[in-house]
């Protein structure tokens, strides 16, 4: 494999062939300015610092992890929408990290953004039949009209609306219907790549289900690639393919889906299945929870050696003051160590916590 | 965020909301207290709701959000309630709390230990609420006063109650009760302001609040939705040990039907501002009788299955409670409606042993046996976008929606729509917004 900082063949993604998108040593940090009259840089806020990553051509990759993890900045600096500090982002062959707007129009075309809030990502002014339609015209993609209006129709049957009703407003549409407006929108000019940031967060479970199976369907319809960003695990296990778990700007533990739910290898990953509620009442209270303890620190100031120490169950409760050390001082790599699949932990132990 | 949660109405004007009992001193059973009010037969519920009624003046009209609510809440008991956003929970456990604003008009009944508690005056009332009712709001500094420091409050709190509490006393147990959720340096920390606390600090201190006059209902009101997954977690710990502590009994609000399946002893689900299926969870979880129910369940994907088995989604969306059509209200997206079903909306039927259903159909649901597939298209759209019509909540700025649409070349820094990152401060976590569904407006 070619991979230059991980070894791909551990995660079992090999067979895949060539990724569509890959993401070496990501960095965006945030300057944070002093006080006083002369704004100085004291600081940054590392918010993704080190993300290495690859989509596969029809996978699903979700990426998980808890507020501020750095996830969404991650899928900025993928698309080039907030230039990356450092690393480099290979799409299609081609790399696009430090190519400016121009020569990133071209490859906007195949890879698109999905917002998770569909009331602030819809134009409220403008018609669902021009929301959908604006990407088409700005691209030049139809010849006339009359191609413009059946293009316009196709999408928006695509995706589960009737195309009558082009001519409202997105206020005229409920939470879940203007989610599938956006999706339209994305859709539109034949992506490769979606990059979905929370696309189903802001509804309620009764709608989220159905863009979920919406997204299924146009996934295998279309031969999408999706990096599915989110923060709700269940929702994760059922879209994806494989899943990358990430805390203060790293991935720490990437994995197929089923080889990560059932045999998590990082103690974050362990301590954050343990952490979901079960919608089932016998198997909820029949859990043991790991309860890890504290917050997440700041991404201006990550803990030395492994970032995770400082909630670290093992580290607390089962490690030695010697093997303690190590996590103090040496940031861990991502890793196989034994486990089967990649992980940033020195004493990681796949372990069942379901 | 619009819910009434967040903004918690009124509630905020008195710092923090726990009101209780009069403190022993103490955080161990408080075991003569239901000698409080004479004469009240200690089998009775606590907390009795019959026919409450909340009808908001709109410009449109007025907003029936409550719709006829019953419940009970016996001793020691933790009632779960569900529902999707904007059926009706928090405006339902405001108007318990009597901290609805004076705009709505609130009819029927709301018994505690007996007690009528609607139409109080808001002097009687917030002594009723003193005898032990007390609220966790969603986002803590509803409760928390931001110029105060977290230990003065509680102090405040607990000298309200208890006028002979010396100041020394109230301070050993200030630094007691945040030691008690899980504060750690909690000497220390009492002197700190909530903006030095994290989100689920914060919380912490919310509860710490919330139980300190020994109530015995505790209403809380999605106490864990802002918070991040482990910290929720830590939370519903906190919540437990509150419990076992003060003995309360606790109406507890959420969307999560994962939260409610580990805290609740029994689930009411409400739909369109009224419950439309009470019993143990167990009954709810695996015997729903009420397609909702039913449907709620099979859309949710799990965690703990890696069989891809399709998601059922319900078509349609909830009906606006500004003109409620006769008959069910939610035979729109029923996937077992007939003609029958639209003559008259039907009442909370009797399906088994403190087991409630309204729906006439329930026979058809049981054969289900919880297993949504069975009932629900898992193919199914929202192909019809008739009767939505409802008012959007638009609350973002004009430039955020023009650039945060994908496909738009963006600015080269700028990309708001995101969202994610606007106010967020410090290392407090900040809630995903979960819009509601329009009529709110
Ligand atoms: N423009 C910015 N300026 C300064 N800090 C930022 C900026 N954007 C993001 N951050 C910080 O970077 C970190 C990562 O933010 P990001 O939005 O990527 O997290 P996230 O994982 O998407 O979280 P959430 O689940 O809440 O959406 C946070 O600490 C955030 O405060
Ligand atoms: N002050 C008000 N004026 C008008 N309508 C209101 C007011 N407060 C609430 N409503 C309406 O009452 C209904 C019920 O709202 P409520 O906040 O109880 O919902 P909820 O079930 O708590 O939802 P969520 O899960 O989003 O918190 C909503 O349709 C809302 O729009
Ligand atoms: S390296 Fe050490 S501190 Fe980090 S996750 Fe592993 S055991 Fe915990
Ligand atoms: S009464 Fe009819 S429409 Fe209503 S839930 Fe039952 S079957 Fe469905
Ligand atoms: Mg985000
Ligand atoms: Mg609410």
């Not at chain 2, 009970?72 to 779960?80: A, I, K, N």
């Not at chain 2, 912490?204 to 809380?220: G, S």
């Not at chain 2, 519903?236 to 959420?254: D, F, K, N």
């Amino acid at each position: 494999m070619t991979a230059p900082t991980t070894d791909r063949t551990a995660d079992g993604a090999d067979r895949r062939g060539e990724p569509i998108l890959s993401v070496r040593g990501l960095e965006k940090h945030f300057p944070i300015k002093g006080g006083g009259l002369i704004k100085r840089t004291v600081g940054a806020v590392r918010a993704v610092d080190g993300v290495d990553l690859d989509l596969y051509p029809g996978e699903v990759l979700g990426l998980v992890g808890e507020s501020g993890c750095g996830k969404s900045t991650t899928g900025r600096a993928i698309l080039n929408l907030q230039p990356a500090t450092a690393g480099s982002v290979v799409f299609q062959g081609r790399e696009i990290v430090g190519l400016g707007r121009k020569e990133m129009r071209p490859l906007r075309r195949d890879i698109q953004l999905v917002f998770q809030d569909p009331y602030a990502s819809l134009n409220p002014r403008l018609p669902v039949f021009d929301i959908v339609a604006e990407p088409l015209i700005i691209h030049g993609l139809t010849k006339d009209e009359k191609e413009l209006r059946s293009r316009v129709r196709e999408l928006v049957e695509t995706v589960g609306l009737n195309p009558e009703h082009t001519n409202r407003y997105p206020a005229e549409f409920s939470g879940g219907q203007r989610q599938r407006i956006g999706i339209a929108r994305a859709l539109a000019l034949q992506p490769k790549v979606l990059v979905l940031d929370e696309p189903v967060s802001a509804l309620d479970v009764s709608i989220q289900a159905g863009v979920i199976n919406l997204l299924e369907d146009l996934k295998d319809q279309l031969g999408l690639s999706y990096l599915f960003i989110a923060h709700d695990l269940s929702v994760v296990r059922h879209i994806s393919d494989r899943v990358a778990v990430m805390y203060l700007g790293r991935i720490i533990e990437i994995a197929e889906q089923e080889e990560l739910f059932t045999r998590p290898a990082h103690p974050y990953t362990q301590a954050l299945l343990s952490a979901i509620p079960l919608p089932d009442p016998r198997r909820e209270r029949a859990r043991q929870r790991i309860i890890i303890s504290g917050d997440v620190p700041s991404p201006a100031n990550p803990p030395s050696g492994c970032r995770f120490r400082t909630r670290c169950q093992k580290f607390a409760n089962v490690l030695s003051d010697g093997e303690r050390e190590l996590c103090m001082t040496v940031d861990p790599k991502l890793e196989t160590r034994g486990t089967g699949h990649l992980n940033a932990c020195h004493y990681a132990e796949a372990t069942s916590v379901l | 965020m619009s819910t009434l949660g967040t903004s918690g109405t009124g509630a905020s004007a008195s710092g923090a909301t726990a009101v209780g009992a009069s403190s022993t001193g103490t955080l161990s059973q408080a075991g003569s207290r239901t000698t409080s009010l004479g004469g009240f037969d200690a089998n009775a519920p606590l907390l009795q709701v019959s026919d409450l009624n909340v009808h908001f003046p709109t410009e449109d009209g007025a907003v029936h959000a409550v719709r006829g609510v019953d419940y009970t809440l016996r001793s020691g008991e933790v009632l779960g309630i569900v529902g999707e956003s904007g059926s009706g929970k928090s405006v339902t456990s405001l108007a318990v709390m009597g901290l609805l604003p004076g705009s709505a008009r609130v009819t029927g009944s709301v018994r505690y230990r007996g007690q009528e508690l609607l139409g109080q005056s808001d002097r009687s009332m917030s002594r009723v609420r003193g005898k032990g009712v007390s609220m966790i709001f969603q986002d803590p500094m509803t409760s928390l006063d931001p110029v105060y420091r977290v230990g003065y409050q509680i102090e405040e709190t607990l000298r309200i109650h208890d006028k002979s509490l010396s100041s020394k006393a109230a301070q050993a147990r200030a630094v007691e009760l945040l030691e008690l959720v899980g504060i750690p340096n909690a000497g220390e920390r009492v002197r700190s302001y909530p903006h030095e606390f994290s989100g689920g600090m914060r919380q912490r201190v919310v509860i710490a609040i919330a139980m300190a006059n020994q109530p015995e209902v505790i209403i809380a009101d999605e106490p864990t939705t802002a918070l991040d997954v482990t910290v929720q977690a830590q939370i519903l710990e906190v919540l437990q040990t509150a419990l076992q502590e003060t003995g309360a009994a606790m109406v507890l609000i959420t969307h999560d039907l994962g939260v409610v399946a580990g805290f609740a002893d029994r689930v009411l689900v409400m739909y369109a501002g009224r419950p439309v299926e009470v019993g143990s969870v167990e009954d709810i979880y695996y015997e729903p009788r009420m397609p909702y129910t039913l449907g709620l369940l099979g859309s949710l994907p799990r965690l703990d299955s890696s069989t891809k088995e399709r998601l059922t989604p319900i078509l349609g969306a909830p009906p606006s409670l500004l003109n409620m059509p006769p008959g069910c209200p939610f035979a729109p997206r029923c996937p077992l409606h007939i003609a029958a079903c639209d003559e008259a909306e039907p009442p909370l039927l009797q399906v088994g042993a403190g087991h409630q259903a309204a729906c006439i159909r329930t026979a058809e649901v049981a054969k289900a046996h919880g297993h949504a597939a069975d009932v629900f298209s898992v193919t199914g759209a929202d192909a019809d976008l008739i009767g939505v019509g409802q008012v959007a909540d638009l609350t973002t700025t004009e430039e955020s929606r023009e650039t945060g649409a994908p496909g738009t070349p963006p600015g080269d820094q700028t990309e708001p729509g995101a969202g994610g990152t606007t106010g967020r401060t410090g290392s407090v976590v900040s809630p995903e917004p979960r819009p509601t569904n329009g009529d709110r407006a």
